[in-house]
């Protein structure tokens, strides 16, 4: 399998963690890149809903693990263009009844056959909030964790958290996407949001890449429209990930004029 295989995570619920895998998911196969999108939350999976994708599961990564089908009944193709695949998951545990070990070994091994089955350059796991099964699943195969965090103080806090637990995992390759990031709230003078710089250093893990606040894509996940400004972040990410230095904010001018005033 692929070398390239990153979890997404933070201890704290509703950070965009789904959204931002989604989000780099997208921009990696618009890249030309073949990325296995996989949903490692079993007690709140959405990325099917996100894709729009809910009347086309049949298979689950459960039904992977437990060998009811093969990876090509499982796999989810949301964008006729891209080859982006999604492997769904479902909030009943039909893995429930074995022993958390085997299920990690099970669900690690349908990964891999998912990965194989596409080729998959990237594959990027969804996990969800909390130290859940499917964080500990997706830590037994991920080589590198992105980890989600916004202003809050709280989901700071999880962020070095979860930075640390990623270490205990054995993941040492960690980065940090900012989102939703609040671009007004920033810039405002005597702003009372944390910056940039203070969400880096508090979080204590390096920064990947910056998601602003997109109504837009809010939208577009309940299937109305598209979101330009958030996408175009995405694409920073994802040219990061394939190893180019890209600018902060690259694409998004308007963003760029302010950034003295987004770290202080
Ligand atoms: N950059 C953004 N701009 C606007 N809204 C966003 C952004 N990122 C995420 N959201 C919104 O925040 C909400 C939570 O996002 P998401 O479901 O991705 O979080 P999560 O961390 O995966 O949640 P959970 O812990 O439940 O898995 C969603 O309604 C989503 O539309
Ligand atoms: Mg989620």
Do not use: W
Request: with cysteine; aromatic share 4%.
């Amino acid at each position: 399998m692929t070398e390239n295989v990153l979890l997404f995570a933070s201890s704290k619920g509703g950070v965009g963690k789904s959204t931002v895998a989604l989000g780099l998911a997208h921009a990696l196969a618009e890249l030309g890149q073949r990325v296995l999108l996989a949903d490692f939350d079993f007690s709140s999976p959405c990325l099917d809903l996100l894709c729009g994708m809910e009347d086309h599961v049949l298979c689950t990564a459960a039904d992977l693990a437990k060998g009811i089908c093969a990876p090509v009944d499982a796999l989810l193709r949301p964008y006729d263009a891209l080859e982006l695949y999604l492997l769904p998951a479902s909030h009943e545990d039909s893995l429930s009844d074995t022993d958390e070990a085997d299920q990690i070994s099970l669900l690690a091994r349908a990964v891999e056959q998912a990965a194989e089955q596409i080729d998959a350059e990237y594959v990027l796991l969804d996990t969800g909030a909390g130290i859940s099964k499917g964080l500990r699943a997706a830590a037994a195969v991920a080589h590198s964790a992105i980890i989600v965090a916004g202003h809050t103080p709280a989901s700071i806090r999880a962020a070095g958290m979860t930075g640390q637990r990623m270490l205990t995992y054995g993941i040492t390759d960690t980065h940090l996407v900012i989102n939703p990031f609040d671009v007004k709230g920033c810039a405002a003078k005597k702003s009372a949001r944390h910056s940039m710089l203070e969400i880096i250093d508090g979080a204590g893990v390096p920064l990947l890449g910056a998601v602003p606040y997109d109504y837009a894509l809010v939208l577009a996940q309940e299937g109305h429209g598209s979101a330009d400004l958030s996408a175009a972040a995405f694409r920073n990410i994802a040219a990061r990930l394939r190893g180019q230095a890209v600018p902060l904010f690259s694409g998004l001018p308007k963003i760029r004029k302010q950034k003295r005033m987004l770290f202080q």
